[in-house]
Each structure stands twice: as structure tokens, then as C-alpha cells.
């Protein structure tokens, strides 16, 4: 065993419960980052980012691509100094030592994930019986059958997580490459279309300023947008635990992905730019996938795309809510550890070294969360939640690249150090996380509405486990010694 192996295992609880099994090495874990950041949200955004900026979508993919790689950087250097799965809740409490800080952010992390994961969910099912309609195989479903696949679908994830993260990550890898496969088909025919000359390569230059904004706020509004495609990276580092080597394998990997998830994602942008025309692009703003769909409609018209795409979107929005719902319960863990949650959810499953009751509390939460969101089928849900996800996560990594500054300052000079986030781009990040974040950038007033209201559940839950510790003689961060 390594030194930092002796030390994550030093910082847990002592007693007979057992430690999360590490399986992760460099093609894993590169997978893992690839397919989380893939995910269903270059599936949901291009065509509303091509509706509002016209053919430079490109552009605002490239500028989210830059805010999530300095963010990047400042998880590579706390990560590899702190190996532990909590994430940015353990970043913060070392940084600010606030008991209530670390919770709201931690809570913060886990209510974004349980959402687009349980919305994946439900978009899941949407097009699965949308696949089976459009081939004849059977008639539109009610809204209750569609619901209670949705919450079928979340108990099958909760069973693979229990499984093992190994089979977990495995079945990841399945995914991943079926959603690799049918953007690599978007791009195919779009450059295909191209090559015969029938594309209109010039479109990647033209902006369309489609809602008015003026060019400098219609690019910050679509990059507010595109950052809900670059989240995922950052599920990663809760992963750590399970991860063998990670102070050594993490930043080259970490940074791997998310240079492929950007090239595809550009490539993607340029093939929808030259296929369809100004008019199209304007009118697929508010139709969720529509522009990849329609890509491959118009440029290969003998290829049945309408009848295989929506089951594609399924693997591709499958992925998405078991990575998600892989990190929900990983950070729930974490901090059950740290006895900022209550302990008993740190449990871990002797035999497969999974945690249960992680698994099975964000589970539940997320059944709710299903319920809850198809109620109003006349709300917009895909799309107030992925902007209420993307702005609860710029809200934490302005905090977490602070907290990397902070960090720094209060670091043991003896202690080795494997990745530094190069000068002074923590604030940096930590300044355009913020902006983004902000409502100049044309962001629904629901959205800060449902993280207002998320974060006001947090509170509650806050001040049960700190009753709970009372009772019990405990504070947080009893459960590390090096909190």
C-alpha cells in the first residue's frame, strides 16, 4: 500500500467498516470523463444555442470549454492534494473551515446531480416509447406509463451501483461508446454533405442574432447555455476513492477528456452550422435535439435516423443519470464520513464495498424528483432544470476555485505536490464561473426560483444533521482527522 493509500485510509472512521474498492485505472476513468461530459446535454443545447447566435455556435462551445478547463485545473490541484471522495464539499471546509458552508455547497452538488440525472430519466423514457411510435411498434403511451418507467429506470441504476463500481464504470463504457457512435454519425454526414458541396461551410463565420441581445450578450447568454454541456468532469473527483494512483493518473486524464468532449462538440457545431440553413437554425431553438436529428435527416435523407436517433438519445441520456446518480452517492458517502451528513448514510455494503445507503437515499430523492418535475406536463422541464443544474454548479465552482487560492496559501510545504493550477487562474476562473452565473446572461427567472427553493430544503436537512450531531456529541469533520 501506498503512502496516500495509508492516508485516505487514516482519515476515515475507525472500526470494521470496510473502504470503497478501488478499480479505476487510466482507460476507465478517461471513459468516465468522456461519457459524463457527452451526456444528453449536447443533445438538449445545440439547437437552442444555434437559434440564438446562428452559425458561430461553435464559438460559445470553445468559450465554456475554457471556463471548464480553468476550473479543471484548480480541481486537478485539490484533488491530488486531498484524495478524498467528498469533492467540493471537502474543498470548501478545509478552505473556509464553515460547517454550514460546506453543507449548502455539498448539498448543492448533490441536488444538481439527482436532478439531471432524474430528468435524464424522464427524457429517457420519452424517447423510447417516441422510438417505438415512430416504427409502428405501439401507440403513444399515457403520461403515467412513461413516469413509471422513468422510476423504473432509476431503481435498475440503483441496482448496477449497488453492483460495484467496477460494473458500474463497465456498463459506462457501453454507454459512452454509443453515444461517441451517434455524434460521430451527426458529424459523418455533415462533413459528408459538405465534401459533395451541398453544405454551406461559410455559415461557421455569420451571427444570428436571434432574440435581439446584440452580439456580446447573445454569445454570453448561448455560453451560459453550453456550459450545461461541459459539466461532468468535475463527478470525477468523487471518484477518487475508488481510483487507483490518482494523485498521478487524474490531471492527465481529467484533462484528456475534456479536450474530446471538445473536439466533438465543435465538430458537432460545424456540421450543424453548414447543413441547415439560417431559417432552420432560428427554428429548432426551442426543440430539444432536434438539430442533430435534423442534421442527419436532411443530409443522408435515405438513412432512417428518425426511427434509430431516439433510441440513440436513450443510451446517450442513460449515461448521463448513472454517472450522476454514481456521484450523488459517492458525495453523500463523503460526507457521511466527515459527519457532515449523518453517519449512518456512510455505510458501506461489506461484501461488494458499495455505498448503500448513499445509493439509497439519492435513489429515493430522486423518485421524488421524477414525480415532482412530470406533474405539469405544459412545463419546460428539460429545460429549466438543465439551467437550474448548470447554475447551481457555477455557484460551487466559484467557490471551489477560491478555495484552491485559499488552499495554497495554507499548504504543507513538506508534503508533495503532484499538479498546480499555473498562477493566478483559480481567481480567473473563479471570476468568469461567477459571471456566468449572474442574470445578465438571459437565464429564466425559474431557474433561480428552483435553486432558491433546493437551497431552502438545504437549509432544513442543515439543521437536522447539526441537531443530530448535538445529540450525539459530535461535530462535523469528527469522522477525518485532517478536517
Keep these: 500500500m501506498s503512502a496516500t493509500s495509508r492516508e485516505v485510509s487514516d482519515s476515515t472512521p475507525a472500526g470494521d467498516a470496510p473502504e470503497l474498492k478501488r478499480v479505476l485505472g487510466p482507460k476507465l476513468l478517461l471513459l468516465f470523463i468522456v461519457g459524463d461530459i457527452l451526456g444528453a446535454g449536447v443533445y438538449a443545447v445545440t439547437g437552442t444555442m444555434a437559434g440564438t447566435v446562428g452559425g458561430i455556435v461553435w464559438l460559445p462551445f470553445l468559450l465554456a470549454f475554457i471556463v471548464a478547463t480553468l476550473t479543471a485545473f484548480s480541481y486537478l490541484e485539490l484533488v491530488t492534494q486531498y484524495p ?15 460547517h454550514f458552508v460546506t453543507f449548502l455547497v455539498a448539498f448543492a452538488v448533490v441536488c444538481s446531480g439527482i436532478t439531471s440525472a432524474s430528468t435524464s430519466a424522464n427524457v429517457l423514457a420519452q424517447n423510447f416509447f417516441g422510438g417505438l411510435e415512430i416504427n409502428g411498434w405501439m401507440e403513444a403511451p399515457a403520461q403515467g406509463v412513461v413516469t413509471a418507467v422513468a422510476l423504473g429506470f432509476m431503481l435498475l441504476l440503483a441496482l448496477i451501483n449497488l453492483r460495484g463500481v467496477g460494473e458500474s464504470v463497465k456498463f459506462n463504457v457501453v454507454l459512452t461508446l454509443v453515444e461517441m457512435t451517434a455524434l460521430c454519425i451527426v458529424i459523418g454526414v455533415g462533413f459528408y454533405v459538405m465534401a459533395q458541396g451541398g453544405g454551406n461551410v461559410g455559415q461557421i463565420t455569420v451571427f444570428t442574432d436571434g432574440q435581439d441581445k446584440g452580439l456580446f450578450l447573445a454569445v454570453t447568454a448561448a455560453t451560459s447555455i453550453a456550459f450545461f ?38 465538430l458537432v457545431a460545424v456540421s450543424v452550422v453548414s447543413v441547415l440553413t439560417p431559417a432552420e437554425l432560428t427554428g429548432i431553438r426551442e426543440a430539444e435535439g432536434a438539430a442533430l436529428l435534423e442534421v442527419v435527416h436532411k443530409g443522408s435523407p435515405d438513412f432512417p435516423i428518425d426511427r434509430v436517433f431516439p433510441f440513440l438519445a436513450v443510451f446517450a441520456v442513460a449515461n448521463t443519470a448513472l454517472i450522476n446518480m ?158
Design 326 to 483: 454514481l456521484m450523488a452517492s459517492r458525495l453523500i458517502y463523503g460526507m457521511a464520513r466527515q459527519d457532515v451528513l449523518p453517519r449512518p448514510l456512510g455505510k458501506v455494503l461489506p461484501g461488494r464495498r458499495t455505498p448503500w445507503a448513499g445509493i439509497a437515499f439519492s435513489t429515493v430523492l430522486a423518485l421524488g424528483l421524477i414525480w415532482y418535475v412530470t406533474s405539469d406536463p405544459d412545463s419546460n422541464i428539460v429545460a429549466n432544470l438543465s439551467g437550474t443544474t448548470a447554475f447551481l454548479l457555477l455557484c460551487v465552482f466559484t467557490v471551489v476555485n477560491v478555495a484552491c487560492v485559499v488552499l495554497r496559501r495554507k499548504r504543507d510545504p513538506d508534503r508533495e505536490v503532484f499538479f498546480t493550477s499555473p498562477g493566478q487562474l483559480p481567481l480567473v476562473a473563479a471570476l468568469l464561473c461567477a459571471f456566468l452565473a449572474g442574470p445578465w446572461v438571459g437565464r429564466d427567472a425559474i431557474q433561480y426560483q428552483i435553486a432558491g427553493g433546493l437551497m431552502g430544503i438545504g437549509v432544513v436537512l442543515w439543521l437536522v444533521t447539526w441537531l443530530v450531531n448535538r445529540r450525539t456529541n459530535r461535530t462535523a469533520g469528527s469522522g477525518a482527522d485532517d478536517i
Design 229 to 266: 454541456a461541459m459539466v461532468g468532469f468535475e463527478d470525477s473527483v468523487n471518484m477518487v476513492e475508488e481510483t487507483h494512483n490518482p494523485e498521478r493518473i487524474f490531471p492527465r486524464t481529467m484533462l484528456t477528456g475534456l479536450g474530446i468532449a471538445m473536439l466533438l462538440y465543435m
Design 84 to 98: 478524498q471522495a467528498a469533492g467540493a464539499a471537502l474543498y470548501t471546509h478545509k478552505a473556509y473551515g464553515i
